[in-house]
């Protein structure tokens, strides 16, 4: 017997529905390309997206059509994801960062039928336009500029086409599963793959991150997804904004720590989201202006591990609670997110920050385990000191990759995620590395994370990463690859002394490379592959 109660798809129309109708007046501040900011609010950013909507129509745009964004975060970017999913289209965020045959590659792929784009992108747009088979309609998320149009001159503009149509528009109602944006993985172990979400995952996965136990969101906060739209749809900050009806700062290109110190300041944000590099390029600016980032409540940090020295910072210097979650593209991206349980509240500082540095625990809704191989099916015990290949499942997890027809799951449904870890009994997870960036020295395991996470405690470095180097008589050794702070005096010798009261002597690294920067991927995080490639053989 079926139960006797209200079927509705679960689709994103009906998230900035709720937030137009109920939150109409909840600002969300948007930084432009120009540096300026735009105040508008969630009432207006609804009207707009019909009005896109009603745009996207006009230009031929079809059901189930693929249209390209290349932006950063700010509101025609946030309203056009609105009006491109609410109608059933597949709204395919793209990195600006990647290389230009990488972007040529996933356009095609995608076969993006229109692609919107920020100004500042232009030349990008102009470099890759002969290259790209389907693009129909090229549209600048801005007024209309001449000079724009000089140099694309079939562009059009996305305030004029907004200003030609009604808000007037009814969102179609389709199948829960349909498919509602593209986001391919920025490729820093391989090229880039999609990743289809839909809308009844996009939806399931908004009201998982808003929960208590994971980012805590509601009609009251101040978001900053400093998380770029294009990266796992920042996480899926927008939707959670509209279904909370929070406030919604959107950055724009303004990354740099001091610029987020003053987005922060100026506007009260109580919740901020972001990659630890940007962190670290926060503290840095705070702690030079003077700021205290007092409305600051808590921080999401993800996308790679978090360093203990940054939690610290965050709790003792700008009373900051740091909620360190795991995710990847394949995952929504949430699969855990760290946040006591009752037991913990009373524990100590130092056993607090223990737990805090893990991972985190699933949400309802995703499942974790670990096993024996990679794409095994044998679990291990999950008692927080076996390590093995981990896995997940559940409502907003991948299946298959776009335009691939085999399953990416292992034989009984699971996804592999690439990472390594433990988990114990109550489901906290410690990611001790990428499975591709495990040392193997000897037939032992180093963990490249865990000797960054201690050079990046020691005060003269800014930035550190460990990669295996081919060695003649252990097969791989660690070596330490670090950028000094500015002006700071530092030896090989002093690093390697500070590591030797903290770690096993056989876990050393073997040699240290102080290099001006480390190269980053589209979505901040340190190109391994690339720092592998060019230190690989230091040791030989
Ligand atoms: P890419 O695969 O291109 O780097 P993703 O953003 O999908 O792009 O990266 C997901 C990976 O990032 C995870 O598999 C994991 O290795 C790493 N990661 C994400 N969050 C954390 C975290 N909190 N701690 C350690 N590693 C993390």
């Known amino acids: 017997m079926l139960g006797n109660m209200m079927f509705q798809p679960l689709l994103i129309s009906s998230m900035i529905e709720h937030a137009g109708r109920y939150h109409a007046d909840s600002p969300v501040i948007s930084k432009n390309t120009d540096l300026s900011i735009t105040e508008t609010t969630w009432g207006k950013v609804h009207e707009n997206s019909k009005r896109f909507a009603n745009a996207l129509q006009a230009l031929g745009a079809q059901f189930g059509d693929r249209i390209a964004t290349i932006a950063w975060n700010n509101h025609r970017h946030l309203e056009s994801w609105y009006a491109i999913s609410g109608s059933g289209m597949v709204c395919h965020t793209i990195n600006p960062r990647l290389f230009p045959e990488q972007l040529v590659f996933i356009i095609n792929d995608a076969a993006d039928k ?70 391919y993985t920025s490729g820093t172990t391989g090229h880039p793959k999609g990743v289809l979400y839909s809308h009844r995952s996009t939806v399931l996965h908004s009201y998982a991150i808003c929960l208590p136990d994971s980012l805590n969101v509601s009609a009251r906060d101040i978001m900053l997804p400093v998380v770029p739209m294009f990266h796992v749809n920042a996480w899926g900050t927008p939707y959670a904004a509209a279904m909370t009806g929070c406030t919604l700062v959107l950055p724009g290109p303004g990354l740099d720590g001091a610029s987020l110190a003053n987005m922060i300041d100026a506007f009260k944000v109580s919740v901020a989201l972001g990659v630890p590099t940007i962190w670290q390029g926060l503290i840095n600016a705070a702690q030079q202006s003077g700021s205290k980032l007092e409305s600051l409540k808590r921080n999401v940090v993800g996308g790679s591990a978090c360093p203990p020295a940054m939690l610290k910072a965050f709790k003792e210097q700008f009373d900051c609670e740091t909620i360190h979650a795991w995710g990847m593209t394949e995952t929504s991206p949430l699969g855990s997110a760290c946040q006591f349980k009752a037991k913990h509240q009373h524990l100590s500082d130092a056993e607090q920050l223990q737990i805090r ?18 794409k095994g099916t044998h679990e291990l015990e999950r008692d927080g000191r076996t390590s093995g290949n981990l896995q997940i499942k559940g409502h907003w997890i991948i299946s298959n990759y776009f335009g691939k027809a085999e399953s990416a799951l292992t034989a009984d449904g699971w996804f592999d995620t690439g990472d390594i870890a433990t988990l114990n009994e109550d489901g906290f997870l410690k990611i001790s590395d990428r499975s591709k960036d495990l040392i193997k020295s000897g037939g032992e395991w180093i963990s490249s994370v865990e000797l960054e996470n201690l050079a990046m405690g020691h005060p003269k470095i800014a930035m550190a990463a460990v990669i295996a180097a081919a060695h003649p008589k252990w097969d791989e050794r660690p070596v330490l690859i670090a950028v000094k702070k500015p002006e700071a005096d530092l030896s090989d010798a002093e690093i390697l002394d500070y590591y030797a009261d903290k770690i096993a002597k056989w876990q050393i690294p073997d040699k240290v490379i102080f290099v001006d920067s480390i190269p980053l991927s589209g979505t901040g995080k340190m190109l391994k592959k690339d720092l592998r490639e060019l230190y690989g053989n230091a040791l030989l």
């Open 114 to 183: 229109a692609l919107l784009f920020d100004k500042t992108f232009l030349p990008l747009i102009k470099a890759v336009k002969p290259m790209l088979k389907s693009v129909e309609h090229y549209i600048c998320l801005d007024a209309p500029d001449a000079s724009v149009a000089e140099q694309l001159p079939d562009v059009q503009f996305y305030d004029e086409l907004i200003a030609q149509q009604p808000a007037a528009f009814e969102w179609p109602v389709f199948d829960e599963q349909t498919a509602s944006s593209l986001c």
């Open 357 to 374: 540095l893990s991972q985190g625990r699933p949400p309802f809704g995703v499942d974790l385990r670990i096993t024996d191989a990679e």
